[in-house]
């Protein structure tokens, strides 16, 4: 035979290649040898009465509980004991047809198994029930497609610790068997929906767990929480130290000021369950445990300004100021705006967005919050979009004005301007909502806190300059964001390019264009000439693949934190890189947070380089102070 001497697929059907014969009660393999497995000469697969007739005893005996561990989001299907197959002719096998199939069975009281099994990696589905297999190589977890994996009715004493990591497991059969124990790893399969342990001669704790209702997921629960503490404890060490991405020299030809931003979500502790993470024990995802790890990553960087999403309320003020402010921060903080409906006891586990900066550096200004559903309700323009989906999300943003410190300002080169009394930066700070079928609603915040920022800075710009109308180019932005939007998508777009089209496809053919005139640049008097801008001339720390993901959980892992800064007045000099890929690969960390890691997301970290002016006067930078 030229493949596989048999294989079903869940699909109902089969192709396989020629010299397999169809017998009574199943089929039997013209060279059993051939397919490289060490089995007698009997059936290698069984037929359909078979097949049925197993499924229904198995049914009778007790495969153990369906209960979800954690969050499968996948429709999952079980296989068919009815499937059909179909065999493949010789004349078909002739003409080149492809042959697909996602599930093998082996059955014939098989003692062991071929090492070329384990390179069958595309398999979904593996029933090796009814043999006299003793023990499971490894080499198993190679198969990480496997969503159902039958090893019931066999003579196995003990699993290797390498099944946990075959994370894509929904059904485990493993009645039957010689079991006493279960190893701490099997807690690591938290999409595991059914978990078979019937007839095995388990330890009473084992058996205590798995038999209480939802017992599937008390048992991995309980697994899981307890992996760090035994002999087989975690082998991950700490993750390697992330390596700076050195982008350009700082300009030496005239004076400048150099800062360091940090852009971080710290998850906020009601967001962190494990129906949400089912991978991360519980109590890694307890916030005593979390916040420790968070405080270091922050304290590490040691940023001269932090933005933080997801923040706490009690939590802002209880450790983070507290802890920030020892170390010389002073700080700002909103919560999102269903706050302002809560008794002062749920107020207080309500998240929203911070910014910290350091006292030695910066001085504060102005402060302001910006509540989309609050500009969504006032430029409404009659736009049911708007009120119906804009105006229900309570998102926020924040922003700070800080003057510069004297000490911050860095005489490389050349002598500042006569008169310079004041320089500013305007940092900002927001996260926008969550929901991938929400990109209008994400487009529009954007468009909502960019508009709100422009008028702060518009603002600030006339009282240094009496008489003197706002220019953008007077105080540099510095932007902070968890745009839960990736590169790709209409609000980078928006941002990197200076604007975006009325008709863009995240805009979802929803009748925004009225409503949209209030926050363009270009869009007095109703008019936007098809296109809303914002004016600012914007460049992302982080380009070209510099950051492969800022989100990294196990279903999605990609770009949604930004740090943006304006031109021609802010230069980049450098980046934190990302974490070792080849770390969390190595280690089998499929989704954050873990043990060592706090947050879902990764934090940003860049050093900017404020360029001051200087005779001649650059663009309109100079902001002589008040006399």
Not at 93 to 111: D, F, M, P, Y
Not at 153 to 158: C, L, P, T
Request: glycine content about 6%; hydrophobic content about 35%.
């Amino acid at each position: 035979m030229s493949l596989w001497t048999l294989a079903f697929v869940s699909v109902h059907v089969i192709s396989i290649a020629a010299g397999v014969q169809e017998v009574d009660q199943g089929l039997v393999a013209d060279d059993p040898a051939a397919a490289g497995f060490s089995v007698p000469c009997s059936t290698v697969a069984i037929g359909k009465k078979q097949r049925a007739r197993q499924a229904a005893e198995r049914g009778r005996r007790g495969d153990g509980d369906a209960a979800a561990t954690g969050m499968p989001k996948e429709k999952y299907d079980p296989p068919d004991p009815r499937r059909m197959y179909t065999i493949m002719s010789s004349e078909e096998a002739a003409n080149g047809k492809k042959s697909h199939w996602a599930e093998l069975e082996i059955s014939g009281k098989v003692r062991s198994l071929s090492s070329s099994l384990w390179s069958l990696t595309h398999l979904t589905a593996l029933h090796l029930s009814d043999n006299s297999l003793s023990r499971i190589p490894s080499d198993i977890a190679k198969l990480h497609n496997l969503v159902y994996l039958d090893l019931s009715s066999n003579k196995i004493r003990s699993l290797p610790a390498e099944l946990g990591n075959m994370v894509s497991l929904r059904e485990l059969h493993l009645n039957n068997n010689l079991l006493r124990v279960l190893p701490f790893e099997l807690g690591k399969l938290f999409q595991l929906q059914t978990l078979g342990l019937k007839g095995n001669p388990l330890t009473q704790d084992i058996l205590n767990l798995y038999q209480e209702p939802d017992g599937t997921r008390r048992l991995l629960n309980y697994l899981l929480d307890n992996l760090a503490g035994t002999a087989k404890r975690i082998s991950t060490e700490q993750p390697p130290p992330r390596s700076w991405i050195m982008l350009q020299e700082p300009d030496r030809t005239r004076p400048t000021a150099l800062f360091s931003v940090m852009c971080y979500n710290v998850l906020c502790d009601k967001y962190a369950t494990r129906q949400l993470y089912g991978y991360c024990p519980s109590w890694a995802l307890n916030w005593e445990y979390r916040k420790k790890a968070i405080m270091q990553e922050i304290l590490s960087c040691n940023a001269d300004i932090i933005s933080l999403q997801e923040v706490e309320t009690e939590q802002y003020y209880s450790f983070f100021l507290v802890e920030l402010k020892e170390r010389g921060y002073n700080g700002f903080f909103s919560p999102k705006s269903r706050a302002r409906t809560m008794s002062e006891q749920e107020r207080k586990h309500v998240d929203g967005c911070a910014i910290f900066f350091k006292t030695e550096k910066f001085t504060l200004v102005q402060k302001h919050t910006v509540e989309f559903n609050q500009l969504a309700m006032a430029n409404s323009e009659g736009s049911e979009a708007m009120l119906n989906r804009v105006m229900t999300k309570d998102n926020i943003g924040v922003a700070v004005l800080l003057e510069l410190r004297k000490e911050l300002i860095e005489m490389s080169s050349g002598k500042p301007h006569l008169g310079m009394e004041k320089q500013l930066v305007l940092v900002a700070n927001a996260h926008m909502h969550w929901d991938p079928e929400y990109s209008d609603v994400k487009l529009v915040q954007t468009m909502m806190f960019l508009s709100e920022v422009k008028n702060i800075i518009d603002k600030a710009s006339r009282s240094l300059k009496p008489g003197v109308s706002g220019e953008l180019g007077t105080i540099p932005l510095v932007l902070c964001a968890d745009l839960n939007s990736l590169p790709d998508s209409g609000v980078v777009e928006y941002l990197s390019t200076g604007g975006v089209e009325t008709n863009h496809k995240d805009f979802k053919e929803l009748r925004y264009n009225e409503s949209l005139t209030n926050f363009s640049c270009n869009g007095k008097n109703g008019t936007t000439n098809g296109r809303i801008t914002h004016g600012f001339k914007l460049k992302s720390a982080y380009e070209n693949g510099l950051m492969p993901y800022t989100n990294y959980t196990f279903d999605f892992k990609g770009i949604i934190d930004y740090i943006f800064y304006s031109k021609p007045q802010l230069n980049i000099l450098g980046i934190l890189g990302p974490l070792d890929h080849h770390w969390l690969i190595e280690n089998n960390i499929s989704g954050c947070p873990h043990p060592l890691i706090p947050s879902d997301h990764f934090s940003l970290f860049a050093q900017l380089e404020l360029l001051l002016p200087f005779l001649p006067p650059v663009n309109g930078i100079h902001l002589p102070g008040r006399r």
